[in-house]
């Protein structure tokens, strides 16, 4: 789990979520943790309403008070997000100088497909012939190697060893975990 980047929800003061993001963001490039921390979340909806024959599309926070940080958990890090103005803690710490647990892979998959993102960054995370376990669909918990990536369409062709032989079968990015 060490250097390993992982997703993490951070408490915010309700209304400020857009603030802490851009506060994270430039603390992040000011005290160079850029290897460290990566992205910055706020998970929306759009919805549509019809308000006197009129229809308007708002957006709203999913999680209102909350922020999704990718980030590798060091020392660093840690205390950077925790002193950003306007955060007040992670979710999943004990406190008492406890690290926080992060989001399980299913959980932020559903959280960013909403958003129109992914989990992994196909383009600079995932390459052909990376090593990749499956953690969903009937391959679960199996491991094997990228042979293709399909970008459009967010699907990784992958070789698998099924019964002594080679076997290549197509999973969604979501269902799979770099190693």
Do not use: C
């Amino acid at each position: 789990m060490e250097n390993e980047k992982l997703w993490y929800v951070v408490n915010t003061y309700s209304g400020h979520e857009s603030k802490v993001k851009e506060n994270l963001e430039m603390r992040t490039e000011s005290m160079g943790m850029e290897n460290n921390i990566f992205r910055v979340v706020i998970p929306e909806t759009k919805e549509v309403e019809i308000k006197d024959g009129v229809k308007k599309e708002k957006t709203k926070k999913m999680f209102p008070g909350y922020v999704l940080v990718e980030m590798i958990m060091s020392d660093e890090a840690w205390y950077a997000v925790r002193n950003t103005p306007g955060v007040t803690g992670f979710i999943g710490s004990s406190g008492k100088g406890a690290k926080p647990i992060p989001l399980s892979p299913m959980e932020i998959d559903k959280i960013l497909a909403n958003e129109g993102m992914s989990r992994l960054d196909i383009e600079n995370d995932l390459k052909e012939g990376d090593s990749v376990k499956i953690i969903d669909g009937p391959f679960k918990e199996m491991f094997g190697k990228v042979q293709s990536i399909d970008l459009e369409s967010q699907k990784l062709n992958i070789l698998i060893d099924l019964f002594g032989q080679e076997t290549p079968v197509e999973v969604e990015l979501s269902q799979i975990s770099k190693m």
